[in-house]
Each structure stands twice: as structure tokens, then as C-alpha cells.
């Protein structure tokens, strides 16, 4: 009896799995038409709605229609999916989109994969930066931030080093563009600094140039309230 249950059983389980994919068949298409938002798969169990979000996955990927493809396989808690569809933007020169869902699949290999490809590209500064945010990967994020200040693209080094909370980096960096005449740069670098004297020391300069609008927010942001006050009563029209 028992060595007759033990042939039969591989055919059961064989024939279940059968009729499972036979169910998955029937469903998927209704899923596709009708767009993974607007479906409700809550009456099946954990493994049977995860096996329909990973098919209706598979086929949104085979049509091109990626957010779908990436909200089932998110759903369906599947990482290595979304690393495939993250392939698959990397591949097509869509980085930004690539880095996202990577992302989601908490893949640091790969995010720090394309962040060094992008290092390489100089037009993809932003999105190694962002790749290398996502990864918690502070070593390249400085080894880039000072690349940056050496190249001039002081918007990318504050970016980096705001991020790094690096105060005295800031103040360097805010320095070198007041030198280069970057002032809007330099206050948002004195900004994340927390660096009130130097914000007044900018509105100062600002105020000596004529750029009365520049030189009042600089003067709010320093909390400079007596500077504040005369540009207030004295030029409100250029405020």
C-alpha cells in the first residue's frame, strides 16, 4: 500500500502543478488587459497571487510596458526580477530609470556597478551620485564630491557633501564660488553649512554689487535682522 501511495504521489504532484499553470494561463491575460492598478488579487493565497504577479510581470516585460512589469515583481517581493528590469534600462542607456529599480531591489552590487559606469561618462554625474546615495557608499561619494570641486561643478559638490554633512566642506566649497562669482551656489552651500557669518558676508558683497533681492535673503537666512530691516525700509520696491 505504502510503495503504491509513493508511485502515484510524484504523478499527483506533477498533475497539481498542471492544472496550476493551466489556472495561471486562463488569468494572466484578464491581469494584463485589465492593468496591474485595477486589479484586486487579495482572494488568492500568498503563493498563488505572487506566481499570477510574477507571470503578469513576465508579460508586461515581453510588451514593454515597464512600470507595470516593476509594480508586480515589487509586489510580488521579487528581486531578482527587478534587477532584470533594471538590466534592461541600463542596457538601453535609461540609467536614471536602471538606478531606481535597482533600488527597489536593494541590490548594492548593482547600484554601485552602474555608479562606477557612470563615473566614467561625465555627463552622468547626477546619476552616479544618486547610485552611490542608494548604495550608502560615502568613500565614492567623497572621491567624486572632490572631483567635482576640482572640475568646478560646485552644484554637484554641494549636492554630495550636504548628503555627507560635511559643514567644513560646505564652507570651502561656498568660498571657491564666491571667488568664481557663483553666488547662488555659494549661498546654498552657506545655507546647508549653517554658516551665518559667511551669509552675511555674501550679502554684503551682494549689497555692494547692487543686488538688493540677493542680499535681503541672504541677510534672512543669516538672520541678520538689523540688515534685514533697512533694506526693508529703505528699498522695498527692490526687495
Do not use: W
Amino acid at each position: 500500500m505504502v510503495e503504491h501511495i509513493k508511485k502515484i504521489v510524484p504523478g499527483l504532484v506533477k498533475e497539481y502543478d498542471e492544472r496550476k499553470k493551466e489556472d495561471l494561463r486562463k488569468i494572466i491575460p484578464t491581469i494584463v488587459r485589465k492593468g496591474i492598478d485595477s486589479i484586486n488579487l487579495s482572494m488568492f493565497n500568498t503563493e498563488m497571487r505572487n506566481a499570477l504577479l510574477n507571470a503578469a510581470g513576465d508579460e508586461f516585460l515581453k510588451r514593454g510596458r515597464m512600470t507595470e512589469a516593476i509594480i508586480s515583481f515589487t509586489l510580488s517581493k521579487n528581486p531578482s526580477k527587478l534587477i532584470e528590469v533594471g538590466d534592461q534600462y541600463k542596457e538601453t542607456g535609461l540609467y536614471a530609470n536602471a538606478i531606481e529599480v535597482y533600488k527597489l531591489a536593494d541590490s548594492r552590487e548593482k547600484l554601485i556597478a552602474i555608479g562606477d559606469f557612470c563615473i566614467d561618462h561625465e555627463e552622468r554625474t547626477g546619476d552616479a551620485i544618486k547610485a552611490f546615495t542608494y548604495a550608502n557608499d560615502p568613500t565614492r561619494l567623497v572621491k567624486i564630491g572632490e572631483d567635482c570641486i576640482r572640475k568646478e561643478k560646485y552644484d554637484f559638490a554641494v549636492e554630495i557633501f550636504s548628503q555627507l554633512n560635511d559643514v567644513k566642506k560646505l564652507a570651502i566649497i561656498g568660498d571657491l564660488c564666491v571667488e568664481a562669482r557663483q553666488y547662488a551656489y555659494a549661498a546654498k552651500a552657506y545655507e546647508l553649512a549653517g554658516d551665518k557669518e559667511r551669509l552675511t558676508k555674501l550679502g554684503d558683497i551682494c549689497l555692494k554689487e547692487g543686488l538688493l533681492g540677493s542680499a535681503y535673503k541672504l541677510y534672512e537666512l543669516a538672520e541678520n535682522t538689523m540688515m534685514v530691516e533697512f533694506l526693508k525700509e529703505n528699498f522695498p520696491d527692490q526687495i
